[in-house]
């Protein structure tokens, strides 16, 4: 008799969780379609308008040496800096290698460099080296 009332007080759980689940299953598509039936909507009225009209340096290199500029020099109708671009370093299109950065102008191994250790201008001293970034790395 113990053995039937834990067989049916265990099936009606498994029916009782069977019928919970699949209920929230339920409400979460029907959440999922007005989702998308709000989407459908939606209508070139309120996308954001871009003008295509803008200033680029290869028609007007000036814009480049204007307050808050990205740099002085024009390059691919951007305006970059060739002296610390490291997609420019130097002149337009020259690339650094991927261990390396543009300083002045220069692609130089910031890790291993005497007069740019750990970052551009940093020299280490008289007689030191350069390692992994630091002068004298023990």
Not at 29 to 38: D, F, G, L, M, V
Not at 54 to 82: F, H, I
């Given at each position: 008799m113990k053995l039937f009332n834990a067989l049916f007080v265990l099936s009606a759980a498994t029916i009782t969780l069977a019928i919970v689940t699949s209920s929230l299953a339920d409400a979460s598509?029907?959440?999922?379609?007005?989702?998308?039936?709000?989407?459908?909507?939606?209508?070139?009225?309120?996308?954001?308008?871009?003008?295509?009209?803008?200033?680029?340096?290869?028609?007007?290199?000036?814009?480049?040496?204007?307050?808050?500029?990205?740099?002085?020099?024009?390059?691919?109708?951007?305006?970059?800096?060739?002296?610390?671009?490291?997609?420019?370093?130097?002149?337009?299109?020259?690339?650094?290698?991927?261990?390396?950065?543009c300083c002045k102008g220069k692609c130089v191994n910031i890790y291993y460099d005497k007069r740019n250790c750990g970052g551009c201008y940093k020299k280490c001293r008289k007689g030191e080296y350069c390692a992994y970034g630091m002068c004298n790395y023990a």
């Open positions: 598509s029907k959440i999922e379609e007005e989702s998308e039936s709000s989407l459908r909507g939606f209508s070139r009225f309120l996308a954001p308008h871009y003008s295509t009209a803008y200033m680029t340096c290869n028609k007007y290199p000036n814009v480049c040496r204007m307050k808050n500029s990205p740099g002085p020099d024009c390059c691919k109708k951007k305006c970059v800096n060739v002296k610390s671009d490291r997609f420019n370093c130097g002149m337009c299109g020259y690339r650094c290698k991927y261990t390396e950065v």
